[in-house]
């Protein structure tokens, strides 16, 4: 089957999946573009697919992905639904010859997601993931004086994703066979990338971590409404130690309940002999004789990343020459997450 990259005209463009992030991320930020026809939504629900149609003047809704792929034919798609599906929908949709946008994580393994970058290869279609935090002008700007060496040697990072009590009351992010785990999955998975991409991907040499499961199996209600505590299978929070070949360090610290004194944080600060630096929103400081001196700040942190995630996805289809969460960065990320749980699982480092 030939395929045909599109560089000018409408692109075609269908949802996987009916749900909140497809409604209020992926149809706001398609609904942006002119250049972009929304022709179908698919979702196991008919009732919600035909319903989510209606609302977003979608003209078809499907059950079935492959009716969906074969009598639409559309350029590029979004997978939108529980992380369990995304390997076999990314790889339908690719097989299909779209391009495909695909919620994090990107599946629930390191195999999962190398056959996926393998089949967009094979394809020769682009498959990105929404790490859309990434995308903020913050990361950007440290991705630059980093690579510069404003910071000098960042050997410390810290990665946080923390909840006070911020279990997710809907959808399966509490069962494991759902989702692949919970908090790290989910929301820490965000700023590990954000820490990998602002350091330039550095080569991992070994990871350390512990997990804990201590609140979500004894409370049953949060800041994002409730759940069963009988059937809270991951877990509440994981602490990790990433030791880079260069002997830098990034820390992972990552939590749904945990009790610390903020409702949520969700940050990462770089550490180098030079300068520091944090992320959300940017800023970089030193310190002089005792005193600290900012040398670069953001007032506030960019609200955009969402958009500006979907819009380098677009961007990339149409055949420019973008930054991209691209297959591979993607594998690499599923790799620390495995590595992290198989250390924490076990007790013992793991070596990459």
């Known amino acids: ?15 996987i999946g009916a749900g909140q992030v497809a409604e209020k991320v ?31 003047g979608i003209a078809r809704a499907y059950t079935s992905l492959e009716d969906m792929l074969l009598t639409e034919r559309p350029d590029a798609v979004s997978v939108c639904t529980p992380n369990l599906f995304h390997h076999q929908q990314v790889i339908a949709a690719l097989q299909h010859g779209c391009h495909v946008f695909c919620e994090k994580p990107p599946a629930m393994d390191p195999a999962q997601a190398l056959e996926m970058w393998q089949a967009a290869q094979q394809a020769d279609r682009i498959l990105a993931y929404d790490f859309h935090h990434r995308f903020a ?24 994703a923390l909840r006070r009590c911020g279990v997710p009351g809907w959808g399966n992010f509490t069962d494991i066979t759902q989702s692949g ?7 820490g ?7 990998m991409y602002v350091l330039g991907f550095p080569a991992v040499r070994k990871v350390t971590a512990q997990m804990f499961q ?47 004194q903020p409702q949520s944080v969700m940050n990462v600060e770089f550490c180098g002999d030079k300068a520091g630096a944090t992320l959300f929103p940017a800023q970089v400081y ?7 001196v900012t040398l670069f700040s953001r007032e506030v942190a960019d609200d955009q990343r969402h958009a500006r995630s979907l819009q380098a996805f677009v961007a990339a289809v149409r055949g420019e020459t973008v930054s991209l969460a691209d297959a591979g960065q993607g594998y690499r990320i ?13 007790g013992e480092s793991v070596y990459l």
């Open 1 to 15: 089957m030939e395929f045909i990259t599109k560089t000018a005209g409408t692109l075609k463009v269908a949802l």
């Open 26 to 56: 992926h149809v706001a930020g398609y609904r942006q573009d002119p250049g972009l026809e929304l022709v179908a939504v698919v979702d196991c629900d008919a009732a919600r697919a035909q319903a989510f149609a209606q609302r977003n």
């Open 137 to 160: 002008e913050d990361a950007r700007i440290l991705r630059r004086k980093v690579a510069d060496g404003e910071l000098g040697e960042v050997y410390v990072t810290t990665a946080r």
């Open 181 to 187: 785990g919970g908090p790290l999955i989910d929301i």
């Open 189 to 195: 998975i965000h700023m590990l990338d954000a820490a």
């Open 214 to 260: 201590k609140i979500g199996t004894r409370k049953g209600e949060g800041q994002f409404g409730s759940w069963d505590p009988k059937k809270y299978s991951v877990e509440d929070s994981v602490f990790a130690a990433i030791e880079f070949c260069d002997g830098g360090l990034l820390r992972v610290e990552t939590a749904f309940a945990l009790n610390i």
């Open 286 to 292: 030193t310190d002089e004789k005792g005193q600290l």
């Open 334 to 346: 599923q790799q620390l997450v495995a590595a992290i749980y198989a250390s924490a699982t076990s």
